[in-house]
Nanobody
Framework: QVQLVESGGGLVQAGGSLRLSCAAS????????MAWYRQAPGKQREWVAT???????NYADSVKGRFAISRDNAKNTVYLQMNSLKTEDTAVYYC?????????WGQGTQVTVSS
């Protein structure tokens, strides 16, 4: 079994920063890639960023240049540094670990950006 626990969400003013963390525990091996998604009220879940096992990153256009995804392999943790936050970034943020034997999701952490 694999468990993902996210942390770091909260309330921040527009222009501010937050750093999300997602720590995995359990049977962790053969990680393909890790990613962050988000879901705003009344909207579908959308992809935010991905980091592969080799460290390559990719971002949604809406966050490119403002967000940075990184990973600590020793800690089985993925991070999302969010800078220059906008009100439209308000959402529940979810991390996912995609492994050769399955995909696993965290429970989500709320990020609220006030104007």
């Amino acid at each position: 079994q694999v468990q993902l626990v996210e942390s770091g969400g909260g309330l921040v003013q527009a222009g501010g920063s937050l750093r999300l963390s997602c720590a995995a525990s359990g049977s962790i091996f053969s990680i393909n890639h890790m990613a962050w998604y988000r879901q705003a009220p009344g909207k579908q879940r959308e992809w935010v960023a991905t980091i592969t096992s080799s460290g390559m990153t990719n971002y949604a256009d809406s966050v490119k240049g403002r967000f940075a995804i990184s990973r600590d392999n020793a800690k089985n943790t993925v991070y999302l540094q969010m800078n220059s936050l906008k009100t439209e970034d308000t959402a529940v943020y979810y991390c996912t670990f995609v492994m050769n034997y399955g995909n696993y999701w965290g429970q989500g952490t709320q990020v609220t950006v006030s104007s």
